[in-house]
């Protein structure tokens, strides 16, 4: 059993930045993949970004590449998602989620979401 608490969300102009931090309990969230996704209001929840158990793998949503990078501390319990030069299209509750070896991370854990507001 994972559980799982976002936060770092907040208002932000555009251009700014974020750090959106995923604190997991659990003795083998090392060994979990943790995915962040997002939902702006009237539409779907896509992925955003990902990592691997042991942080090097990660892959990244294109609007998101070059601007978003993911990271983890597995001694802190804990992925981040540095938010770099926001856009107002980037205002969504993001929301983290983990899933062990085999099951995806829609089937997997996921948290109760931090919203981030970018203004103009």
């Known amino acids: 059993q994972v559980h799982l608490v976002e936060s770092g969300g907040g208002l932000v102009q555009a251009g700014g930045s974020l750090r959106l931090s995923c604190a997991a309990s659990?003795?083998?969230?090392?060994?979990?993949?943790v995915g962040w996704f997002r939902q702006a209001p009237g539409k779907e929840r896509e992925f955003v970004a990902a990592?691997?158990?042991?942080?090097?793998?990660?892959n990244y949503a294109d609007p998101v590449k070059g601007r978003f990078t993911i990271s983890r501390d597995n001694a802190k319990n804990t992925v981040y998602l540095q938010m770099n030069g926001l856009k107002p299209e980037d205002t969504a509750a993001y929301y983290c989620?983990?899933?062990?070896?085999?099951?995806?991370?829609?089937?997997?854990?996921w948290g109760q979401g931090t919203q981030v507001t970018v203004s103009s």
């Open positions: 990592i691997g158990p042991s942080g090097i793998d990660t």
């Open positions: 659990g003795r083998t969230f090392s060994m979990y993949r």
């Open positions: 989620a983990a899933s062990p070896a085999g099951l995806s991370l829609q089937r997997g854990y």
